[in-house]
Every structure is written in structure tokens, then in C-alpha cells.
């Protein structure tokens, strides 16, 4: 028999939050709403103050536990979070009041050990080419001597998986560390790989972010010159929460050229401004197409549109990527273009934008080298 929500909300009537055991989880207003997903795997959050974060991992685990018991249920994904949203508590009548910080007062998210920057790559609006952008300037960064990771945090569509053309489940190490999947020589993670695209589409606000704290903070990154963080579409309060609780080195918006998408970019950047987030630049994407069958450049979109809005705003602008069919082609069979066709005219394109990136990040000197092998 399917799993309800009910039978979910019971079990977690059972759990004590407090010492005497006097008051249940679901009676304590610190219950998120319960999501049930079509393979019977539930999902949902309790909320703590920072403070009482180690204190709470046991009602957690306890949580999780009682939940996993019951028969028919095939996954529970149960976590901490700070973040309280307005409906917080639905379950509850006694719910406390939200406690929200103003948008660029609450505290910066805290470093990640051995990772150097983390950066985010941003669109005012879906499908621009964020990912693919994400994916290949990765690339482009690892071409260049760096170690590199690559956190897909686009909770609500993650492509990486395919992308990246990586199958299978992270490994989890001792204290509930995962550890990163491995393609084309960078690090990867993406909710992608923990559970499917229909139940992270369900997933309220502080569940989402919870996950992506998750995936930052529980990860055997190990030692990494650049994260690259492929961050949700949109500029709404998901996407600024994330933005504040991740301690970035700055961001970078991907745009088409159209007008729209150029006025949802501009979004994009004083969302960043607004958290104090450095912007690296502009990415001007499908700007060009080029024809597969006489290589002949048409500009669908309009053309220039991001350079000039980048100097509109005083950012810098990072370089145009054509509309070919093949950076779509190999997107879509899980061969990066970069990866693939290093020595190709748009693994250039990439790799170019990945110096640009690298040079401000780390002030000119910090980038190895390739190796160079002299042949006597
Ligand atoms: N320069 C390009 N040339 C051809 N196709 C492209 C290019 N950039 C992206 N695409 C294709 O456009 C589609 C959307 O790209 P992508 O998934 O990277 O966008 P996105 O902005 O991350 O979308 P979403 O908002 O859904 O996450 C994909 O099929 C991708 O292969």
C-alpha cells in the first residue's frame, strides 16, 4: 500500500524534540510540510536555530528513523534547517512567528575547508545556456591548471548528470560525507544523483536550501582552486537566499541577447550587487548562429546586446558562445564540448573566459601552468 502523508505525520508524533519527551515533533511547530513523492520516498525538514544544530541532529536521525520504519516507504531525505519560511509549521496551529533576516543582513555562509573560491553562474531566466556555460567553463578552468569542482545546486531542472554523461550514486563515507562523482577530471555533485527530477521540483524553499547546504558543506570536496556553483534560474528568493548563505567569490550571468532575457540579466547582477557578491561578468550565449551546412552566421537573437549592457552596468563582459549544433549536440550525449574538443574554436571560447575568470580571482599569479614538454 502507498505511503501517505498521514501515516508519515503519525510516525512523526512519536519523536520527542525535548529531553522529558513531553513535546513531539510535529507538535513543536518545527516540522517543514511532508512531501511524499510517487516512488513513496518522503522528504521534509525541522527547524533549529543554529545554535541548537548538534542538539537537534539526534531528533533528526530519530526522525528519520521512525519514518524509514514504516512499511512501504523507500527513501527519507530528513534534514536540519535555519531558514523558517512564512507557512512554516503547517502542520502545527502552534507555529512561532518567522524569523527572517533582512535581505543583506543575515550572516555570510561560512568558507568551505580546502576550497579556495566558489563561484556562481547565474541567469535572470531559464534555459539561456546556464549549465552548459557552467559545465564548460569548469572545463576551460581545469584546462588551465586548476582543480576544479562543480556543485549543480539547479534543484528545480539539474542537468549535470547528463551534461557530464554521469551514471550512478555518490558513495557515502563515514559521518554522512558523499563523496563526489568524477568526470573529465572535475568533481561533481548534483542533487541529480540523490533523488529524481519530479521530487526536487516539489520541494518548498528551506527544503531546497537545505540541500544545497547539504551538497556544499557535506561533500568530500577535498582541495580545490574553484567551485563552480550552477545555480538555480531567476532572481526570486530562493535564488538571493542562496546567493547570501554561500560564501562566494563572485558570480557570473549567462544571457541571451534578446531583450528580455537582457532586462532579467540585469536582475541578475544587482541581485549579486545587492548581497555584495562581486560580478566576474557577463556571458553572452547563442549569440551567433552557425550554419552546419555552410558555416554561414546569421544573428537570430540580435547580436552585442550583453557586451553593451555589461558596460551599461560597468561589468566586464566574458565573451560570446555561438548557437551550434554542435555544443547542443554534445551537450546532450554527455561530452562537453571543452572536454572533447579541447583544441576545437569553442573550447577556445571557454578557456578564454575561464582566464579572464581566473586572472581576477586569483590576482594574475595564482593559475598553474600546463605542463609544457620540451622535446630535445
Ligand atoms: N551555445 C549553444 N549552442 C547550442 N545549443 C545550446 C547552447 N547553449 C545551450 N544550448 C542548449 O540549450 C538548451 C538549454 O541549455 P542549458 O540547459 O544549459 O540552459 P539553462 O539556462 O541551464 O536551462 P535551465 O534554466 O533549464 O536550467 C540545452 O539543450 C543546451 O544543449
Known sequence: ?????????????????????????VASGRLSEVVVDGASRVMFSVFVEPS?????????????????????VKGVFATLTAERPASAGAATPQAQAPRRSPPGTAPKGQQIPGVKHIIAVASGKGG????????????????????????????YGPSMPKLLGIHGKPKLLENRILEPME?????????????????????????????????????AW????????????????????????????????????????????????SMFKRVEVP??????????????HCGQSSHIFGHGGARMEAERLGVPFLGEVPLTMSIRELS??????????????HAAIYKAMARQVADVLMGHSGVRPPPRIVIE
Open 128 to 155: 539561456v545556456g546556464k549549465s552548459t556555460t557552467a559545465c564548460n567553463l569548469a572545463l576551460g578552468l581545469k584546462a588551465i591548471g586548476l582543480k576544479v569542482g562543480l556543485l549543480d545546486a539547479d534543484i
Open 183 to 219: 568526470a573529465y577530471g572535475l568533481k561533481v555533485m548534483s542533487i541529480g544523483f540523490l533523488v529524481d527530477e519530479e521530487a526536487a521540483m516539489i520541494w518548498r524553499g528551506p527544503m531546497v536550501m537545505s540541500a544545497i547546504t547539504q551538497m556544499l558543506r557535506e561533500v
Open 52 to 72: 541548537e544544530a548538534p542538539a537537534m541532529e539526534q531528533v533528526r536521525q530519530a526522525a528519520q528513523n521512525a519514518v524509514q520504519r514504516l512499511p512501504g
Open 279 to 292: 560580478i566576474l561578468g557577463i556571458v553572452e550565449n547563442m549569440a551567433t548562429f552557425i550554419c552546419p
Open 332 to 345: 546532450d550525449a554527455g561530452r562537453p564540448v571543452v572536454a572533447v574538443d579541447p583544441d576545437g574554436p
Open 222 to 269: 577535498g582541495d580545490l582552486d574553484v567551485l563552480v556553483v550552477d545555480m538555480p534560474p531567476g532572481t526570486g528568493d530562493a535564488q538571493l537566499t542562496m546567493a547570501q548563505a554561500t560564501p562566494l567569490a563572485g558570480a557570473i550571468i549567462v544571457s541571451t541577447p534578446q531583450d528580455l532575457a537582457l532586462i532579467d540579466a540585469r536582475r541578475g547582477v
Open 1 to 25: 500500500m502507498a505511503i501517505t502523508r498521514e501515516d508519515v505525520l503519525k510516525a512523526l508524533e512519536a519523536v520527542p524534540v525535548d529531553a522529558g519527551g513531553r513535546v513531539n515533533l
